[in-house]
């Protein structure tokens, strides 16, 4: 029975045997349901909806095979007559609900879905959020996602309210940055969201390239800065002023970014407070920067001063960018590279590349001894190299190519970039990971464990992988994949009899037919199944489908992308 549903679903026959088809969805066999209903895609329409939605009912969710060929049977009803299933926001069943908001994303029904936003099912409403917001977005319904923004409460699930306040700055416009501004004053969210709401709106006046909710690729216009402000006009006071302290963070990062001067009081009080949190007072110190107050230069010396390296830092930074010829830079740059802290120390290195004073050649010629010698910490020996690499004293350039090319014939996968095993940012190799627009990581692997069911990726999964592999894998993977690649994901070439070539992974074979798993996003799984007697012949290639990351990443990103994949434990 089953079989006859398939074969006919594949006929594309007419009413009469759609009607026959139809009868199947009540079949005892969860098997045959599943193949009606499929078939009902390509045969069915309106007349049947009463079977579907009973099929969707009796399963309730529980088996996923038998909710797809709903969602598939109920999707070629909706092509007959949208109504058929924006009708359905008002039906009794979750389940039917759900499976009505993903056929009119599957027909691109924007404006049907608005109903179901305010659906008193979390789990419905966040599925319209991501219907009309995911992916290349459903135009017809992000004005009304954007004003949903408006009747949020602490009950409404994190996925709506998230996608609610990117599709305000997809839209870009006066209206959308006042409603993200009345949000933050609310108050009515958890904290994390409405600082995702501040950093938003300090996105607003450049080209927003990547949203902040997938990653997907929009490419929009810079939206008016004028507009930005007098969204700040409305909500700054809650921002700096809240009890949270990512809140406060994001409220600072949208006054550096969007120059708000107009907080320049309330920073300047939160840099000079001892008591204030660290991050605090590093995010006011960058504002102050950027918004060239008249404290700086008091403020970094204080912070200098401080017992938190990371505020200590942040102001040696600003003073060699804003005081170079500062007698204090010298002494704070010394005390710098004798810290505790080894994000201090490498800092101090890269700021002692950008001086040409016979101080700073001599630290690294110092160092370079110590590199030379396998006596600097392992940590430091990429910024020195660099910071001798960019010298512009001849002698220290000769001597970083010199240790460049005794470092290729030692291993000449890595070559230099063995300096980058060690020392590198999690949290900043993360950030590269998720959105550096060349790397483009997530387009092949997954970073965090799948859903169960979930198809493989192009690449493998990289959440745990620094519980299955030690750091010199993943370096050497990242730096040059062709060197090691692992038999799953082998790209393999296949000529056809019918003189096409087909390139993809061997995801399943037998005697009869071998499936190949075509590159694609990862949960995409697509597929093409091949039998054995239309292939001409088959090579497997030795060249990885990944990039070589050294040639899109810098030697210091690619030591915090390691440093990030080495930090993906698996769950005890």
């Not at 908001?101 to 109903?115: H, I, T």
């Not at 830079?329 to 890269?350: C, H, I, K």
């Not at 745990?464 to 010199?472: N, Q, W």
Request: aromatic fraction near 4%; glycine fraction near 8%.
């Amino acid at each position: 029975r089953a079989q006859a549903a398939r074969v006919l679903g594949d006929s594309r026959g007419g009413a009469g045997i759609a009607d026959a088809v139809a009868l199947l969805l009540s079949d005892p066999e969860p098997r045959v349901r599943l193949q009606a209903g499929l078939a009902l895609n390509r045969l069915g329409g309106a007349r049947h909806l009463a079977p579907v939605l009973a099929l969707l009912q009796e399963n309730a969710g529980t088996d996923r095979y038998l909710r797809h060929a709903g969602i598939m049977a109920l999707t070629a009803a909706g092509k007959e007559s949208k109504e058929i299933l924006s009708d359905l926001a008002g039906h009794a069943s979750i389940e039917v609900r759900l499976a009505a908001v993903v056929a009119l994303r599957r027909l691109g029904y924007g404006d049907e879905l608005v109903p179901f936003l305010h659906d008193t099912s979390s789990e419905v409403a966040a599925e319209a959020a991501r219907a009309i917001h995911d992916d290349e977005s459903l135009p017809g319904g992000l004005e009304a996602l954007a004003e949903s923004l408006s009747a949020v409460t602490a009950r409404s699930p994190e996925a709506l309210v998230r996608r609610a306040v990117s599709a305000n700055r997809l839209l870009g416009t006066r209206p959308a940055a006042l409603r993200l501004a009345d949000f933050i004053a609310s108050g009515t969210a958890t904290p994390a969201v409405r600082a995702e709401a501040l950093e938003t709106l300090a996105t607003w006046s450049v080209p927003f390239a990547l949203d902040r909710v997938q990653g997907w690729y929009r490419g929009l216009p810079a939206a008016s800065s004028s507009d930005a402000h007098l969204a700040l006009d409305h909500c700054i006071g809650a921002g700096l002023g809240s009890p949270d302290e990512v809140v406060r963070a994001a409220a600072t990062l949208a006054v550096k970014s969007l120059a708000y001067t107009q907080a320049l009081p309330r920073l300047e009080k939160s840099v000079f407070d001892d008591t204030a949190p660290a991050e605090q007072r590093i995010s006011a110190l960058g504002a102050l920067r950027a918004l060239n107050s008249s404290q700086l230069g008091k403020a970094v010396r204080a912070c200098l001063q401080a017992g938190d390296s990371a505020l200590r830092t942040a102001a040696l930074t600003i003073l060699a960018q804003t005081e170079p010829t500062s007698a204090e830079l010298p002494g704070a740059l010394d005390r710098a590279l004798a810290a505790a802290s080894l994000d201090e120390r490498q800092v101090a290195w890269s700021l002692l590349a950008r001086r040409q004073d016979p101080s700073a050649r001599e630290h690294i010629a110092r160092a370079m001894d110590r590199l030379e010698g396998g006596e600097l910490p392992a940590g430091e020996r990429l910024d020195v190299y660099l910071a001798a690499h960019g010298s512009e004293d001849p002698t220290l350039v000769a001597r970083a190519k010199a240790w460049e090319a005794a470092a290729q014939g030692r291993d000449p996968i890595l070559g230099f970039f063995a300096l980058a095993l060690e020392g590198g940012n999690s949290s900043k190799g993360r950030q590269i990971a998720e959105g550096h627009l060349a790397a483009q990581c997530t387009g092949c692997h997954r970073l965090d464990p799948p859903l169960p069911g979930a198809s493989p990726g192009t690449g493998p999964d990289l959440a745990g992988v620094g519980s299955r592999r030690d750091r010199s894998y993943l370096l050497r993977a990242v730096v040059n994949p062709s060197a090691d690649i692992d038999e799953a994901y082998r790209l393999t070439q296949f000529a056809l009899k019918s003189g096409e070539t087909v390139f993809g992974t061997v995801a399943a074979e037998t005697s009869e037919t071998v499936t190949i798993r075509l590159p694609g996003a990862p949960g995409a799984n697509v597929t093409r199944e091949v039998p054995t007697t239309e292939i001409l012949s088959r090579q497997s290639q030795n060249v990885s489908i990944m990039p070589p990351m050294s040639a899109l990443l810098t030697p210091l990103e690619i030591r915090d992308l390691v440093a990030f994949l080495a930090s993906q434990k698996e769950a005890p």
